[in-house]
């Protein structure tokens, strides 16, 4: 009983009268709850390009989501299984694990994060540009602070279905292949064509290294692009040049 009075005042006080209201309303309006540890929230937007940032000591905040978002990917990887395991009663693994991996792959959860709002809290406590990539980390961190506020069965039930309901169309999931990467080789190999994914340049913005991966196809450059992740930017250039080779 002490423990309930405790956290209703605490979260009490972080709505109307702490120094993070604004912060915890925006909060409040993505989880459905005010939260009792603030500091664990901000943290799951906090990246770690922000960390040697001059302006820690004012956000007093020291170290990045990078923990709650290796937490947050566990549950959801787990939940989305188990979600995937009782829908499709008659599926086999091949295709249970093929479903999993389009709603947990990094962009899904980066359009997911966009559509919640998590941009907006996450320039709340980031002085580098917001890269979709640092969205979807984020929301496995935000998965990762709401297990450890709430626990397993609130994640689970109150949290990870309601986004995967929302959110999500699994139907259309079924027949969409967005295996980009695959589906170039597949027609390269079906047309005997020499294909070569080359990192064309690698640099540094906002303290993160930025791929830029060219597809050649029988030595011509067929297509660019550029991402913070190289196997994201193989993807982003083969659908590219999957476009351009009319496939």
């Known amino acids: 009983?002490?423990?309930?009075?405790?956290?209703?005042?605490?979260?009490?006080?972080?709505?109307?009268?702490?120094?993070d209201k604004f912060f915890v309303e925006r909060l409040r309006t993505v989880l459905g709850f005010t939260p009792s540890n603030i500091y664990l929230f901000k943290l799951a937007f906090y990246h770690k390009s922000t960390l040697n940032n001059q302006n820690n000591e004012k956000l007093e905040l020291y170290q990045s989501n990078e923990r709650l978002e290796f937490l947050g990917d566990a549950l959801l990887s787990f939940v989305v299984g188990e979600y995937l395991f009782n829908k499709y009663p008659s599926a086999n693994e091949g295709f249970l694990t093929k479903m999993r991996s389009k709603i947990v792959k990094r962009k899904t959860l980066n359009d997911l994060a966009e559509q919640m709002g998590l941009d907006r809290l996450m320039m709340e406590f980031n002085q580098t540009a917001i890269s979709q990539s640092m969205l979807g980390n984020a929301l496995e961190a935000l998965i990762g602070a709401i297990y450890l506020e709430r626990g397993f069965d609130f994640t689970k039930k109150k949290k990870i279905k309601k986004i995967l309901r929302k959110y999500i169309n699994i139907s259309q999931l079924e027949t969409y292949d967005d295996n980009f990467k695959s589906?170039?080789?597949?027609?390269?190999?079906?047309?005997?064509?020499?294909?070569?994914?080359?990192?064309?340049?690698?640099?540094?913005?906002d303290k993160r290294d930025r791929f830029k991966v060219g597809v050649f196809v029988d030595g011509v450059e067929i297509a660019s692009a550029e991402d913070y992740?190289?196997?994201?930017?193989?993807?982003?250039?083969?659908e590219i040049a999957l476009s351009q080779l009319n496939i």
């Open 1 to 19: 009983m002490l423990g309930f009075l405790f956290r209703f005042f605490k979260r009490a006080n972080h709505k109307y009268f702490s120094k």
């Open 183 to 205: 589906q170039l080789l597949e027609w390269c190999q079906k047309n005997t064509k020499e294909i070569d994914f080359r990192v064309i340049s690698k640099y540094k913005t």
């Open 229 to 238: 992740n190289k196997k994201s930017a193989e993807q982003i250039a083969s």
